[in-house]
């Protein structure tokens, strides 16, 4: 931020972005609600929000109805002030989602990958996994009416650990093209915003404290089964990368009855050869419960006694047994329960795997379902490129005055890319 502290520019900055989160918090706002949840004196607040609109960043119009005398005029941020992309890779494809900067979606698009035909060169997975994340994001913006130059930020969700320096993608051998370290480099180039690059988990984790099962706390462990297992930790508030960005990466934790991977290899060895969807449908095999995925074998689980209580029990014997571990080392209050597996096995499986927990010698967290059932890495993802976007286009103080930046002249991470769980506060500064 430029200039000093307390000087006039700095306030008039301050204050400009905390009435900014406000009608991003709230919608529109009439000038006095403005006043009030500010603190600002009413002609202060009038001076500052007819700055905003001038600026591009606040629309007026539509009135407050119902009392005596002219309606108030209601203020709201304007949409069209910044856009954003998400997107979330799987091993069968990439769903991208355009939104714009008050968090609303105008577009989404899906592209499958493609099935290798033959051994391609590096520099052609390379190649094709930029161009699978151009087609996703060119799908959503001709949905959303928008074109490459309209965005802001990307931000992309993938699963495997993310290098926090080089930004290279780890323990992901089943996303070929994306280990490369040139790759973030050259998205950016092609996309025309800065590219950030997050673990899967860690992003439905943002998602999960925001709006979904952990909103009521700051130290919670994701736990995710689906098609891969992993975890996100969160602790006071921040989430847990670790040194090279491996944290949570429990997919890989020796435990009892599963073999161990080594480096190199891709068995699905530890705990997610005990747990994730593929061990689903091979225990719905060894019991016989019919299901061509694992959430059909769990939905039939659930209704068939017997072998599918049998089913249910040992999969939640194998799932008590890997958070076990992960409570031992890091004592959350929470642990949340996402992923299809979860999902799939809803409450009966969630209260199998407490039972499992009871009596264990150690701490007891609350365990919980996620309560987020639409694209939870693409919600988080979401999330974080907005709070990206924001913390610059929301920034007044910059050379030049107010208003939305060039989405090609943005640059740089911002700090809630270091940690997207933190938040910021929304109270005026008198001067």
Wanted: overall charge negative; charged content about 15%; glycine content about 12%.
């Amino acid at each position: 931020m430029t200039g000093s502290p307390g000087t006039p520019s700095t306030l008039r900055a301050m204050n400009d972005r905390a009435a900014l989160e406000l009608l991003t918090l709230h919608g529109p706002l009439t000038r006095t609600r403005v006043s009030e949840l500010t603190g600002l004196s009413k002609p202060t607040t009038s001076q500052l929000l007819t700055r905003l609109e001038a600026a591009g960043l606040v629309l007026s119009g539509g009135s407050l109805s119902g009392g005596p005398g002219p309606s108030p005029r209601l203020y709201e941020i304007d949409p069209h002030s910044a856009h954003v992309a998400a997107l979330a890779v799987d091993p069968a494809g990439i769903t991208a989602a355009v939104a714009d900067i008050s968090g609303r979606v105008t577009g989404t698009h899906r592209v499958e990958a493609p099935a290798a035909a033959a051994p391609p060169t590096v520099g052609t997975v390379e190649q094709a996994a930029a161009q699978l994340v151009a087609a996703a994001i060119d799908g959503a913006l001709a949905t959303a009416g928008l074109e490459r130059a309209d965005l802001h930020r990307t931000v992309i969700g993938t699963p495997g650990a993310i290098d926090p320096v080089t930004g290279t993608l780890l323990y992901a051998p089943h996303l070929p093209g994306w280990h490369s370290r040139t790759l973030r480099d050259e998205l950016a180039e092609l996309i025309g915003t800065p590219i950030v690059i997050e673990n899967d988990v860690d992003l439905a984790a943002v998602a999960e404290q925001q709006r979904g099962a952990a909103q009521d706390s700051d130290d919670f462990v994701l736990i995710w089964a689906d098609s891969g297992v992993g975890a996100a930790i969160v602790l006071g508030g921040t989430l847990l990368r670790g040194a090279t960005g491996g944290a949570g990466e429990i997919g890989y934790l020796p435990l009892p009855g599963a073999p161990l991977t080594r480096a190199g290899e891709d068995t699905g060895g530890g705990f997610q050869r005990l747990v994730a969807s593929p061990s689903v449908l091979r225990l719905a095999a060894e019991y016989g419960v019919p299901g061509g995925t694992a959430a059909e074998a769990l939905a039939a689980a659930r209704a068939s006694p017997g072998p599918g209580d049998a089913l249910l029990a040992e999969l939640a014997r194998r799932l008590a047994t890997g958070i076990a571990a992960v409570v031992a080392v890091v004592n959350p209050e929470l642990v949340v329960l996402s992923g299809e597996v979860p999902r799939a096995g809803g409450e009966q499986l969630r209260s199998l795997v407490e039972a499992e927990l009871t009596g264990l010698p150690l701490p007891r967290p609350q365990l919980r379902l996620s309560s987020l059932e639409d694209r939870p890495v693409l919600s988080g993802a979401l999330r974080t490129a907005l709070a990206d976007a924001r913390e610059s286009v929301f920034d007044t103080s910059r050379a030049g005055g107010p208003g939305p930046l060039s989405p090609r002249t943005t640059s740089g991470r911002s700090a809630h890319s270091g940690n997207p769980l933190e938040g910021s506060t929304v109270t005026g500064v008198k001067g």
